[in-house]
């Protein structure tokens, strides 16, 4: 079979399986044994001196692991059959895509909060890191559209930026990456010295999906004439990434984001995105949905355009 079914079957197999399917709810998941691993190497050396260098070398380990197990994983199978190796690998490329999954998320965020203020409250406390119990309607959906955009560079482009580059242990090294900073990247007393090695792990693994995650958004939208919108607040947030897809996402909504917010019961001042306060609606979050769905394909189809260029030499 010629090397780029390898990659072309996965890709297609495994990003209809997550469009179709989402987050398989009572089924086995690698991203549910990575957060465990995690957990069980924070619990163990996330104490006494050198945090810093136990964290690093645990943040590598568990990179190295996510890398060379899922590599094994393809090696065996393929000694079983080519469509063994197949099936291994349109299920890892859809174990790593979460698109599906967090749009019904966010469209639940939606329907909740215009029901009652609390109960969009607990809906969001679902997919944000941030204390919600303080968070005005706005807020709630303001949150939502956030990591909404936030998820289409961490959750999909990303993965599959990886997965053209390095191929599925190179797609779930990086959700390994990604695991790290979203358990222990946080800068409070508990993960600061522990975590930074691992935060700054996921700042260099996103730095290109975001900006690509970005221009992408405006280029699907029909806005890529905001381009200096985007160059203005995407830099504005605390991350070096993710403030990139929530600009784009602002200016295609002519919306603001950031603020303060709470976390772990501490205030955090965090710059605007955009000076448009407008009310949300349900209307901005299907628009959003439609850009998050455009993006993908075009990424895929950028993926497979790349593959033809490079077969075709």
């Not at 009652?116 to 303080?134: F, H, K, N, P």
Request: charged residues 20%; contains cysteine.
């Amino acid at each position: 079979m010629d090397a780029a079914y390898y990659i072309t079957i996965p890709l297609l197999a495994g990003s209809l399986l997550d469009r179709w399917w989402g987050d398989p709810s009572g089924l086995p998941h690698p991203i549910v044994g990575f957060g465990r691993l995690i957990a069980w190497g924070e619990r163990q050396l996330n104490k006494g001196e050198r945090r810093f260098l136990k964290g690093t070398l645990w943040s590598l380990f568990c990179v190295a692991a996510a890398y060379g197990l899922s590599g094994l994983s393809l090696w065996l199978s393929g000694k079983l059959s080519v469509y063994a190796e197949l099936l291994v690998a349109t299920l890892c490329v859809f174990y790593g895509l979460a698109a599906r999954t967090l749009e019904q998320e966010v469209l639940a965020v939606f329907r909740a909060v215009d029901e009652a203020l609390e109960a969009g409250r607990r809906q969001v406390a679902r997919i944000v890191g941030r204390d919600t119990s303080r968070l005005s309607a706005q807020q709630v959906r303001t949150a939502a559209l956030e990591t909404l955009a936030e998820n289409l560079s961490d959750g999909v482009v990303a993965p599959l930026f990886w997965y053209a580059l390095l191929g599925v242990p190179g797609m779930l090294a990086y959700k390994m990456v990604n695991t790290l900073d979203s358990m222990i990247g946080y800068k409070n007393d508990r993960y600061r010295a522990f975590g930074c090695f691992a935060a700054r792990l996921d700042d260099v693994a996103n730095y290109l999906p975001a900006r690509l995650t970005a221009l992408l958004m405006l280029c699907v939208s029909g806005c890529l004439s905001r381009w200096r919108f985007l160059l203005a607040y995407g830099p504005k947030h605390a991350s070096p990434n993710s403030g990139y897809p929530e600009a784009a996402l602002a200016a295609i909504l002519d919306c603001r984001f950031g603020g303060p917010n709470y976390y772990f019961g501490e205030r955090v001042e965090k710059p605007y995105i955009g000076t448009s306060d407008r009310e949300l609606t349900a209307a901005d979050v299907h628009r959003a949905i439609t850009v998050n769905r455009r993006v993908e394909a075009c990424t895929i189809g950028l993926i497979l355009l790349l593959l033809t260029l490079i077969y075709s030499l």
